[in-house]
């Protein structure tokens, strides 16, 4: 999807300078993934003590 958006000029060329990403285009495409990974992560993290897990461990480590 083509968009036209402001970027904080400081902000990408210290994260071009700081990484081995070569294009703005790179570094917003990145960021929009790490941001949803830590959204699932978070969302992941939440269910903690949520889910009843029924199995046996020993039997699943002997396979």
């Excluded at 999807?1 to 990408?12: A, F, Q, S, Y």
């Excluded at 990403?21 to 949803?36: G, H, M, P, S, W």
């Amino acid at each position: 999807m083509r968009t036209n958006i402001e970027i904080d000029e400081k902000l990408m060329n210290e994260i071009l300078q700081k990484t081995s990403i070569k294009t703005k285009k790179e570094v917003v495409d990145t960021a929009l993934r790490e941001f949803l990974r830590k959204i699932k992560l978070q969302e992941l993290a939440d269910l903690r003590g949520k889910i009843k897990w029924e199995g046996n461990l020993e039997e699943m480590r002997s396979i």
